[in-house]
């Protein structure tokens, strides 16, 4: 196939994800869909919202900016409480979506957004961390930092430090990366560990 062939294929495909999929029943999640339990504020939406918020801003295509505001919508109140999202329960999973609340908030300018982006921000002025102050990835995974993890939440976390406050947590972020290459860089080849475990109680952490 040749290189237009190839982004003609995926176009298609992404088209035809979008115009199967909603909020409560998203195509690229069947696995949800076909297991019957209702949709929830996840971080597999947020990256697939993300890339359709990215194929507007590449293509100037409406589609891809409606279908993503639409299903942010869904989950988005007026007074920035997220459907199904509970700050309580310490997941940096679900800080990933809260990404895209930034781009809809500057091409929309609802301050709901703005409110949603204050919600998952409180989830990390909270979130347990370990004794060198990395956030734990769940609560209910006590002193374990995942990899995956600083994708979760680094990008939101920076995003709302340098646009609301005066980038007070860079440093924080910073540390946080230095410490997980401290403990997660195999220094022989270069790759990383999937996680840690501060308290070494999990099987997998090294004794």
Not at 81 to 110: A, H
Not at 172 to 198: A, C, P, V, W
């Amino acid at each position: 196939m040749t290189h237009e062939e190839i982004l003609t294929l995926l176009g298609d495909y992404v088209d035809y994800l979008i115009a199967n999929s909603s909020a409560e029943a998203p195509m690229w999640n069947i696995e949800k869909v076909r297991s019957g339990k209702p949709n929830k504020w996840n971080y597999i939406d947020g990256c697939m919202i993300t890339a359709c918020l990215s194929l507007y801003k590449t293509t100037g295509d409406e589609k891809y900016l409606s279908f993503s505001k639409d299903f942010i919508d869904f989950f988005v109140q007026e007074d920035g409480s997220i459907k199904t999202y509970d700050p309580k329960e310490y997941n940096l999973d679900n800080v990933n979506q809260g990404k895209n609340l930034f781009t809809l908030y500057d091409i929309f300018g609802d301050e709901k957004y703005r409110r949603a982006i204050d919600t998952i921000r409180s989830q990390l002025l909270t979130q347990p961390r370990t004794k060198e102050g990395n956030f734990w990835h769940k609560e209910i995974y006590p002193w374990q930092v995942w990899l995956d993890g600083t994708y979760m939440a680094q990008p939101f976390y920076m995003e709302y430090e340098t646009r609301y406050n005066k980038m007070q947590g860079c440093i924080d972020s910073y540390k946080q990366f230095m410490n997980i290459k401290k403990h997660m860089r195999d220094e022989k080849t270069g790759l990383y560990y999937h996680g840690y475990d501060e308290s070494r109680q999990m099987y997998w952490a090294d004794p």
